[in-house]
């Protein structure tokens, strides 16, 4: 499977923002997809992964109720709403995907990554 992310950008404080994650492949709806930040110096940290039928969400701490994962099957797509966004947000934002259902942390679970989109939050 190929991802392609997009919708980073520059905001600020409190502002919203949604990711996009575009995926090829027939078999994308049997996929577990993650979005993952990385600033410089710190390894790459789970933000909120996906199962395959959208059914099963998992968020980290730092983003609960200001991060929201979702998916479109029929689109091949998933999505990450941000609101409340604050400077520590601020990373490069990748999505990757694994086969099976399970909500994964660790970056290295996953085999299928696309190219990073920038977040930029100021103050």
């Known amino acids: 499977v190929q991802l392609q992310a997009s919708g980073g950008g520059l905001v600020q404080t409190g502002d919203s923002l949604r990711l996009a994650c575009a995926a090829s492949?027939?078999?994308?709806?049997?996929?577990?997809v993650g979005w993952f930040r990385q600033v410089p110096g710190k390894e790459r940290e789970l933000v909120a992964a996906?199962?395959?039928?959208?059914?099963?969400?998992l968020h980290a701490d730092s983003v609960k109720g200001r991060f929201t994962i979702s998916r479109d099957n029929a689109k091949n797509m998933v999505y990450l709403q941000m609101n409340s966004l604050k400077p520590e947000d601020t990373a490069v934002y990748y999505c990757?995907?694994?086969?099976?259902?399970?909500?994964?942390?660790?970056?290295?679970?996953?085999?299928?990554w696309g190219q990073g989109t920038l977040v930029t939050v100021s103050t």
């Open positions: 996906v199962s395959p039928s959208g059914g099963r969400t």
């Open positions: 492949g027939r078999t994308f709806s049997s996929y577990t």
């Open positions: 990757a995907a694994r086969d099976g259902g399970v909500l994964a942390g660790p970056h290295r679970a996953y085999d299928y």
